[in-house]
């Protein structure tokens, strides 16, 4: 075999190895790699054990979401806990290395989550999924929730998320607005 020939499937080999083999040393003795890698997933519950959330992102992708003791659950803006996670529903949360993801927030596919543009004393401006905007009547009568717990809507800044349950009568002020910080 020529030199070239042996450099090309040297190189080739190479390329077929995972990048972590090349790019990251063993662990010394006595060091154990961390369990969890730092990351963030969006997608479907898919099942349910006791140390991780296993979600389908919509590309395909398969992830393991970290979750403990520790972790904050909301359920369609509502405080929740791990017992109400069941596949079908959409996760979404972030977590550091070696740590358990510390908010896990649950939907159920038919809410919708828009996302807050602004905010006065009487409106909530969002901008829904398909892109468009939709003004939002209050009242100081509307319930406002804010991860979950009561507050008042001047707590509520761009950024955050509304979660929207059904249809409301066109029109009408909102009765309840569940809202999630972003993160």
Same mark, same amino acid.
């Given at each position: $075999?020529?030199?070239?020939?042996?450099?090309?499937?040297?190189?080739?080999?190479?390329l077929m190895l995972p990048?972590?083999? @090349?790019? /990251?040393?063993?662990?010394?003795?006595?060091?154990?790699?961390?369990?969890? +890698? /730092?990351?963030?997933?969006?997608?479907?519950?898919?099942?349910?054990?006791? +140390?991780?959330?296993?979600?389908?992102?919509? &590309?395909?992708?398969?992830?393991? @979401?970290?979750?403990?003791?520790?972790?904050?659950?909301?359920? &369609?803006?509502?405080?929740?806990?791990?017992?109400?996670?069941?596949?079908?529903?959409?996760?979404?949360?972030?977590?550091?290395?070696?740590?358990?993801? /510390? %908010?896990?927030?649950?939907?159920?596919?038919?809410?919708?989550?828009?996302?807050?543009?602004?905010?006065?004393?009487?409106?909530?401006?969002?901008? $829904?999924?398909?892109?468009?905007?939709?003004? @939002?009547? /209050?009242?100081?009568?509307?319930?406002?929730?804010? &991860?979950?717990?009561?507050?008042?809507?001047?707590?509520? %800044?761009?950024?955050?998320? #509304?979660? @929207?349950?059904?249809?409301?009568?066109?029109? %009408?002020?909102?009765?309840?607005?569940?809202? #999630?910080?972003?993160?």
């Amino acid at each position: $075999m020529s030199r070239v020939a042996t450099g090309i499937v040297v190189v080739a080999f190479a390329l077929m190895l995972p990048a972590t083999s @090349i790019a /990251a040393p063993p662990p010394a003795k006595g060091n154990k790699p961390p369990k969890w +890698d /730092a990351g963030s997933a969006r997608g479907i519950v898919q099942s349910v054990a006791a +140390d991780a959330i296993a979600v389908k992102e919509l &590309d395909g992708t398969a992830l393991r @979401i970290p979750v403990g003791q520790s972790t904050h659950v909301f359920f &369609d803006g509502r405080r929740a806990n791990l017992g109400n996670v069941r596949p079908g529903l959409v996760a979404i949360a972030s977590w550091k290395a070696n740590k358990a993801a /510390a %908010k896990l927030q649950l939907f159920d596919a038919s809410a919708t989550v828009a996302v807050v543009r602004s905010v006065t004393t009487r409106t909530v401006v969002v901008t $829904m999924p398909a892109g468009s905007r939709l003004t @939002i009547r /209050a009242t100081p009568k509307t319930r406002v929730l804010v &991860d979950g717990k009561p507050s008042q809507l001047h707590a509520v %800044k761009a950024g955050f998320l #509304l979660v @929207i349950k059904g249809a409301r009568p066109a029109g %009408k002020p909102a009765t309840e607005l569940l809202f #999630l910080r972003p993160g």
